[in-house]
């Protein structure tokens, strides 16, 4: 596979106006995304998870450290996407127009905005919802429509900030296993935040523990289990104890959940 984003000795640093100042949050971070990749992010609270996810994204400044990004560019797409932990939609707009809305500003006609709509509505198994406003959803409906805006403008990264954390157990489940069906559908690469480790091994090809003061890249878990897996596979519950044992070390080093 080839690398889709690289990044090399990334400082980040911010004050309460959200401008670069101060101690650093993360420093000497490196890391590279390949081409298809799954990969998950674990780490205390403070660590710098969303911050990096927003520095990708160029929504935030780095300190220091270079991001190379090897995506194709167009006017009809955008090359990431984020989805955060809630969904975010307009109350005011119904499911389709708020799909809609991240596809405005490209050079998208009404046809092949349609067809978009239509496409990414199937994909995540809400194609009979899009005349519904949002009240009208549960919570799991609400993400999954997050998730359609995300992939209705084509990205090849698709950023994910906790996207699960608000949800029960069993929709959060049941939205994991849609989440790999649909990468495993689109070939997106996706760089997955999450404070549960066992969702973390359960969908990652890596784990990466982001860890320290300031923070950094301290751990990378190759997950060994197949796909599919199961969460009671052998495999994944040793990796999961693996990345337990890693965050561990990491409070005992000082920072906090």
Request: hydrophobic share 40%.
């Given at each position: 596979?080839a ?6 000795n990334?400082?980040?640093?911010f ?15 490196d890391?590279?995304?390949e ?5 998950t992010l674990?780490g205390?609270?403070g ?10 994204a ?32 307009m ?33 995540v ?16 409906q ?30 959060r ?19 997955f ?11 990652g090809d890596?784990?990466?523990?982001l ?6 890249i301290t751990?990378?878990y ?9 969460r ?12 337990k ?13």
């Open positions: 596979m690398a889709i984003v690289e990044i090399d990334l400082a980040a640093a004050d309460a106006n959200g401008e670069p100042a101060g101690s650093p949050v993360f420093a000497n971070l890391l590279t995304i081409r298809g990749e799954f990969v674990v205390p609270s660590a710098g998870k969303s911050t990096l996810l927003r520095i990708i160029d929504l935030m400044p780095a300190r220091q450290g270079n991001v190379r990004k090897t995506m194709q560019q167009s006017a009809q797409r955008r090359p990431i996407a984020m989805v955060f932990q809630e969904a975010r939609l109350p005011w707009r119904r499911v389709r127009d708020n799909i809609a809305f991240g596809l405005e500003g490209l050079k998208v006609d009404k046809g092949e905005r349609d067809r978009r709509i239509d496409d990414v509505l199937r994909l198994g809400l194609a009979d919802y899009g005349d519904r406003w949002p009240y009208e959803l549960s919570g799991g609400r993400q999954r429509v997050g998730i359609a805006r995300a992939l209705a403008v084509d990205p090849d990264l698709l950023l994910m900030d906790e996207p699960f954390g608000a949800l029960d157990a069993i929709t489940q049941t939205l994991q296993d849609e989440l790999l069906r649909i990468w495993h559908e689109t070939g997106k690469s996706v760089l935040v999450t404070h549960d480790i066992d969702e973390a091994v359960y969908l890596r784990v990466l523990l860890g320290g003061s300031p923070a950094t751990q990378s190759d997950i060994a289990a197949g796909r599919p897996r199961r009671d596979q052998e495999q994944v519950t040793e990796a999961v104890t693996r990345v044992r890693g965050l561990s070390q990491t409070f005992e080093g000082g920072a906090g959940i």
